[in-house]
């Protein structure tokens, strides 16, 4: 074989061109659209959980980082990258710090320092183990077990 074309070893097949991922990826309108509703869903997400929390703790708070969770993992499984889970984390973190800057008057949406921190810490806890996590795995996929 003198051709020019490389083989894969011990198929004796051309190797297969990959797609190219990640930000390497080209741009795709829909995975856009996608990435800004779930970033208008985290913000959404933000302002029901500073709601909640303050208003029904510690249940709220639980109920609101149930939320929070909900969402990153759910971005994270339709979308099926870290970018999933990510772009509602920003929604979110941007609608609460935009909920921090309180009014003129001194007021603002939290009730306690004790329930921010917990909420702010958590919320960002949960998107970082959502982003993180590995992959899951492929519908259909083989599962290396014999007879299944």
């Known amino acids: 074989m003198s051709s020019g074309k490389q083989r894969r070893p011990g198929t ?3 190797p297969r061109e ?8 080209p741009l795709n309108p829909g995975r856009i659209g996608a990435y800004l509703g779930l970033a208008v869903l985290g913000a959404l997400v933000g302002l029901a959980g500073a709601l909640v929390q303050a208003a029904w ?7 609101a980082l149930v939320a929070c969770a909900g969402l ?6 339709l979308i099926g990258t ?15 710090i935009v909920l921090l800057g309180g009014r ?7 009730g306690d320092a004790l ?17 993180t996590m ?6 259909g996929a083989d599962n290396g077990r014999p007879g299944k």
């Open 12 to 14: 004796g097949t051309p």
């Open 18 to 25: 990959h797609a190219p991922s990640g930000l390497a990826a």
């Open 57 to 63: 703790f510690p249940g709220g708070l639980l109920l």
């Open 72 to 77: 990153f993992y759910g971005g994270r499984l």
């Open 82 to 96: 870290q970018m999933g889970a990510l772009a509602p984390a920003a929604g979110w973190l941007i609608s609460v």
């Open 104 to 110: 003129p008057e001194g007021d603002y949406v939290f």
């Open 115 to 131: 329930g921010l921190t917990l909420f702010m810490l958590g919320g960002m806890a949960v998107a970082v183990m959502c982003a």
């Open 134 to 139: 590995s992959r899951s795995p492929q519908q």
